[in-house]
């Protein structure tokens, strides 16, 4: 699977490609349809202390791609909801797949 990593104002970091990285293959080790993975990550001033670092995850997958974002004060965090969020809807998308 090809990883594609974008940044918008923030410094890029080999630490949170590695980290991303890892995550994003246990989801290819359980759904093995998926093709690619566009990674972004960007800053935002808020006035929230526990929000701000951004993690958007595209996945190219048969079909319309899957989408997910967090927000939160780390960029772990967002990176950890974000794959979360990318399970369940591939969970769905398998499921599905699998009735047809």
């Not at 349809?33 to 526990?50: G, L, M």
């Not at 939160?72 to 591939?90: C, G, N, P, T, V």
């Amino acid at each position: 699977m090809q990883i594609n990593f974008e940044y918008d104002s923030v410094a890029a970091s080999s630490r949170l490609e590695e980290l991303t990285a890892k995550r994003l293959q246990k989801l290819v080790d359980k759904y093995d349809f998926i093709v690619r993975a566009d990674v972004f990550f960007k800053t935002e001033n808020t006035s929230a202390k526990d929000t701000g670092k951004i993690c958007n995850i595209r996945v190219s997958v048969p079909g319309p791609r899957l989408f997910a974002e967090a927000s939160h004060e780390k960029f772990e965090m967002s990176i950890a909801e974000a794959a979360d969020d990318l399970e369940r809807q591939l969970r769905k998308k398998k499921e599905k797949m699998k009735a047809k």
